[in-house]
């Protein structure tokens, strides 16, 4: 239940997404690796192999592939604290 509706919150601040990928965030950007647990909307649910699951939102500008993020596939995410959640400025699919 919790997850679900700390969802809600994260889809009802995507409108805000862009804004606050904007706002000159100087936070050091930080790495994520995983694998992918789910993807919906701009929200990509990343497990490390050693840490509790981590949300980041892709703003809707950033080059990604979106369709090959489907759960078990390994990723890497560099993104900072913006407030609220974690944005991504680059999502890596290694091949």
């Known amino acids: ?18 804004s ?5 965030t100087t936070a050091t950007p930080t ?3 995983g694998v992918v ?3 919906s909307g701009n929200i990509l649910d990343i ?14 500008d950033l080059r990604v592939d979106r369709n090959a993020l489907k759960p078990g596939v390994a990723v890497s995410a560099e993104a900072h604290w913006a407030e609220v959640c ?3 400025t680059q999502v890596t699919i290694p091949k």
């Open 1 to 18: 239940m919790l997850k679900v509706s700390w969802f809600l919150l994260m889809v009802s601040l995507q409108s805000a997404a862009p």
């Open 20 to 24: 606050l990928a904007q706002s000159g």
């Open 31 to 33: 790495q994520i690796t």
């Open 37 to 39: 647990q789910s993807f």
């Open 47 to 60: 497990k490390p192999a050693t840490a509790p699951a981590v949300w980041v939102t892709i703003p809707t």
């Open 86 to 88: 974690y944005m991504a």
